[in-house]
Each structure stands twice: as structure tokens, then as C-alpha cells.
């Protein structure tokens, strides 16, 4: 146990400090500060003693200087039952200071607010992270605190053992700062790396991109498994993003038993998917590839029941995604049918009741799944991937339609081309290869992940013939160009009016004349989704 006699408190996020100081107080501790925080601690009744008091020095240089002094991490470092230390901090008038509470320059806020780069430079913190740091090493015998969270916490714990606080705890702290001075440096980091180099000019994918990449997550929950039972998983989320953003880690769990790896993989798919569309879209997931996707001018009961009826097989044991609220009709529709999790902008409370029926069903609620939502705008939306000894990193395909070209004799009526750009925003989210075969605002037949497109196609049709649906009259959407005619040959066999595909094969002219032969209209948009 370490008791506290002497806390040095200099804060950027002044939440909770003038109370905690006055407990500290209380119990007779000695206060010393700096700057704003000297000032708010002082107008709430606290007494200080002002740095420049412990270091002999004034602050200097616009406050660049405050703490960088031996008196206070002389006084931070020196370890107390060190004969040869004790010593020469004797000789050398060095006062033991036994509790930190700082928090940092908000860099990562300034940052994102579009700063200039001297804007930038001056909220770089060195005094408090170096506070930090010296006594967080120290934590046999000084407590470093950081999270305004915890003030509470250790106020209890020092007035039940007489103004102490433990060995556990003062290392729980010291974790905690190691933890928020890496992210810290991080972010300054990527910040600096990602500036523009003045040769190239090249801004936007330098920021995304910066020479040396450095992260840092946090662990939301450790899962029972990853993707088969022998392998140890746990679930992090990324600590810049901003609570109030639409993620899945964000996301709130209001019933059912704990999410799983391939649970929290499908989720993902399923959000990203639903937030395409703006009339009421039924989503169905499974092993991370879209099995039935419905839109209705009507209702999302409507939806569903199209979703479902492209693949009701596949979608037992999946996930189910809806980017409007769940309703008592649906919710009734929903009791017995079997599902891992769904996932919602918001639950009518008797729909809620009606879900929470069912035991082990996970229920999420995820803000903003609507697109009609305003959300903030994210300045690098960056994709992860681990690779044998290292990792891919690229920006999320959010790329979209700029011109889309009739490259047939024949344009697209007005029905068809709504449901070809339906059937494309599905194929963006399905595992290439991949061919989706829509009709009246549903999904008719997905073929996905196949080594060739023509696979993909038959599947499609295969698929939409086992559910009992017709491929007449539906559109079909290609994720990246035909190689061959023999998709379009296989297409007009089985009925299709029109195709949407990105064009840039070899053969498009003989792709082109295929589609002519047989009437079907054709659209080129000049971009493709591979999802890998």
C-alpha cells in the first residue's frame, strides 16, 4: 500500500476534478497544479500550490514548459526504499509526489476538426504524457491517474484503508496510462506519417496510408471461440471512433446469449448491406454472404417475406437485418422461424417483448442503419486484413456509380433499371465471384464465392429454381466484367431482360453482341466490387 500525501493534478478534460481535488484535500492531501486547471481548482475553494512554487522556474515559452524539471520527476521516479535515491533527493531538496491525475492534450479531436498543421503541433502533449509515463513506471509508489472514471473509485478505496491505495490498483492505473500515452503517440504519428509528401502532393491517399501504421483497440469481449471451437478469439473495437457513430461495435445488445465470432462477422456483413437502401430493406445473412435481400415500397413485412422466399433453407440458423424499426406484425412472423441474431435501428416494445420470447436470440440495436440518417463523416473509413507477417490494409468500398452507359442497343426500361441497380448494391456485399438475379425489388437467385462467373450464374439459377422462383423477367448483376459470352448465353437461356456489369473485358464487344442477339439490355458502370 502507498499512502497519498502529495498529487500533482493538470488536466485538459476538467470533469470531476475540482470535486476530487476537495476529497483529496480532505484527507489532507497536498495539492499542487498548473495553468487552468491551478485556476478552476482555486475558484472552487481548493488550495494550490502553483508549480512554479515545487520547480523555482515560472512556465515558460507560451506553457511548452511546466513540468520538465527534476523537482517533479525527481519527485515522481525517486523509489522510496532506495537508500542511494532517498539520498540524493535529500541533497538535492526533492519532495516524494505520491499520485498524478493528468490527461492529455485533446490531439486526436484537433485533428479531426481539420486543423492546420502548427494547430496540430501545439496540441502535441509532452508534460503530461511524460508525468505519466515517470510515475506509472514508478507504480510500486505513485498512483498515475488518467480517467476521470476512476476518480470515484479510488476516493473510496483511500478513505477505507486511511488515505492509501493498494499495489492492485496502482498497477491497474499504470496499465492504463501505458495503454492511452501508445495510442497518444499513435495518433500523433499517423498523423505526421500520413502528411502529404510535397514531392507527389498525393494528400488523400497519404493520409489513409502513412509510411509507419500504428492502431490500437480495445477489448470489448473475450468470446467463447473464433471460427471452430479450438481457436481462442476475442472482440476489439477502434477507440477513435466517436460512441455516437453508427458501428457495430457501438452497436447495443438488448437480450440473448453472447455474441460469437461468426456471429459478430455476419453482423457486419448485415449492417454494411442494409444501410444501401432507403425504402424498408430485409436483410438475410449467412456465413457472411447475403442469402435473401428484399426492398418494399410498402412495409418491411413485405420484405421479408420476399427475402425470405429466395433462400428460406440458407437462412435458418442466420442473421437477420432490417434498416427500420421491427414492428408487432413482423416480430409475430419472426417467433418461429430459427435465427442467430438480428439487428435494428429500433424495436417496437411489443415486438421487443415478442423476440425476448425467444431465449438465445441475439438482439442488437444499431443507430443510423437507415441511410436516410445523417452520419458523420468519416476521413478514412480503413479495412484490415492480417496476412502472413503483416496485414493489407485498404479504404472501404464505398466507391458508387459516376456515369452508367447503356452499352446495348437496347436501354434498360425504367422497372429494369431499378432493379439492376438494386441487384448491384446486393452484389457489392457477396464473397466474388459473384452473379445476383433480382426481379420486382428481391433478390431471385445469388450465386457467391465462386473460381469461375459462369459457376456463379449457373448457381444463381440453381439456387432460384430450388426456391421455386422464377428467373424470367429478372436482372442480373455481375460484380466485375464477363470474360466470356457464355454468361450472357447462359442468362438469355433462363429468361434475363438485363444485366449490369462494370465492362473493361477483352471480349466486351463480343459480350455486347450476345446480349443484342437476345434482347437484353446492358449497362456498363465502370467500377467493380471484388470482395475477396
Not at 239 to 257: C, F, M, Q, R
Not at 261 to 268: A, G, P, R, T, V
Not at 500 to 526: C, L, W, Y
Request: charged share 25%; glycine share 8%; aromatic share 6%.
Amino acid at each position: 500500500m502507498a499512502k497519498i500525501k502529495r498529487a500533482i493534478i493538470s488536466v485538459t478534460d476538467k470533469t470531476g476534478v475540482p470535486e476530487f481535488a476537495k476529497e483529496l484535500a480532505a484527507m489532507g492531501v497536498e495539492i499542487i497544479s498548473t495553468g487552468g486547471t491551478a485556476r478552476a481548482l482555486e475558484e472552487a475553494g481548493v488550495d494550490v500550490i502553483p508549480i512554479s512554487d515545487v520547480t523555482g522556474f515560472p512556465e515558460m515559452l507560451d506553457g511548452r514548459v511546466k513540468t520538465l524539471h527534476p523537482k517533479i520527476h525527481g519527485g515522481l521516479l525517486g523509489i522510496r526504499d532506495n537508500k542511494a535515491h532517498a539520498e540524493a533527493m535529500r541533497e538535492n531538496g526533492i519532495e516524494a509526489i505520491d499520485m498524478v491525475v493528468v490527461n492529455l492534450y485533446a490531439f486526436e479531436d484537433t485533428v479531426k476538426g481539420g486543423a492546420t498543421l502548427a494547430e496540430a503541433i501545439e496540441n502535441i502533449d509532452i508534460g503530461g504524457p511524460s508525468m505519466l509515463r515517470s510515475a506509472a513506471k514508478n507504480h510500486a509508489f505513485v498512483a498515475a491517474v488518467t480517467d476521470p472514471g476512476d476518480y470515484g473509485c479510488i476516493l473510496e478505496e483511500m478513505k477505507s484503508s486511511g488515505g492509501e491505495v493498494s499495489d492492485c490498483t496502482r498497477l491497474a492505473l499504470a496499465k492504463k496510462v501505458f495503454a492511452l500515452t501508445a495510442r497518444y503517440d499513435g495518433a500523433i504519428s499517423n498523423y505526421l506519417s500520413s502528411l502529404p509528401d510535397e514531392k507527389s502532393g498525393d494528400s488523400e491517399k497519404a493520409w489513409c496510408f502513412p509510411s509507419t501504421y500504428t492502431f490500437q483497440f480495445e477489448k470489448v469481449q473475450d468470446l467463447r471461440y473464433g471460427e471452430n471451437p479450438h481457436q481462442p478469439a476475442a472482440f476489439y473495437k477502434n477507440p477513435a471512433i466517436d460512441p455516437g457513430i453508427s458501428t457495430l461495435a457501438n452497436a447495443e445488445k438488448l437480450h440473448g446469449k453472447e455474441l460469437s465470432y461468426n456471429n459478430i462477422l455476419d453482423l457486419s456483413a448485415c449492417s454494411g448491406l442494409v444501410k444501401e437502401f432507403t425504402d424498408p430493406a430485409a436483410i438475410l445473412i449467412k456465413h457472411n454472404n447475403p442469402c435473401g435481400v428484399a426492398v418494399s415500397k410498402k412495409d418491411l413485412v413485405e420484405a421479408y417475406e420476399k427475402a425470405l422466399a429466395c433462400d428460406s433453407t440458407s437462412a435458418f440458423g442466420g442473421i437477420f437485418g432490417f434498416n427500420t424499426e421491427i414492428t408487432e406484425e413482423l416480430a409475430v412472423m419472426l417467433k418461429p422461424v430459427f435465427f442467430e441474431a438480428i439487428i435494428a435501428p429500433s424495436f417496437n416494445p411489443a415486438a421487443l417483448d415478442i423476440l425476448k420470447g425467444k431465449k438465445n436470440l441475439r438482439i442488437l440495436k444499431m443507430a443510423a442503419l437507415d441511410y436516410r440518417e445523417e452520419q458523420p463523416e468519416v476521413r478514412c473509413r480503413a479495412e484490415l486484413r492480417t496476412v502472413s507477417g503483416g496485414f493489407l490494409i485498404q479504404e472501404a468500398d464505398t466507391g458508387s456509380i459516376s456515369e452508367l452507359k447503356t452499352a446495348t442497343d437496347r436501354d434498360p426500361t425504367e422497372e429494369e433499371l431499378e432493379d439492376l441497380l438494386f441487384a448491384w448494391r446486393v452484389g457489392k456485399h457477396v464473397k466474388s465471384n459473384v452473379i445476383v438475379l433480382a426481379k420486382d425489388g428481391s433478390t431471385v437467385g445469388i450465386g457467391a464465392g465462386q473460381m469461375s462467373r459462369i459457376d456463379s450464374t449457373k448457381i444463381s439459377v440453381m439456387k432460384a429454381e430450388s426456391a421455386g422462383l422464377e428467373v424470367k423477367g429478372s436482372v442480373l448483376a455481375s460484380d466485375a466484367f464477363f470474360p466470356f459470352s457464355d454468361n450472357v448465353e447462359l442468362a438469355a437461356e433462363n429468361g434475363v431482360t438485363a444485366i449490369i456489369q462494370p465492362g473493361g473485358s477483352i471480349r466486351d464487344d463480343e459480350v455486347i453482341a450476345a446480349a443484342n442477339k437476345h434482347g437484353i439490355a446492358m449497362v456498363f458502370t465502370g467500377i467493380r466490387h471484388f470482395r475477396h
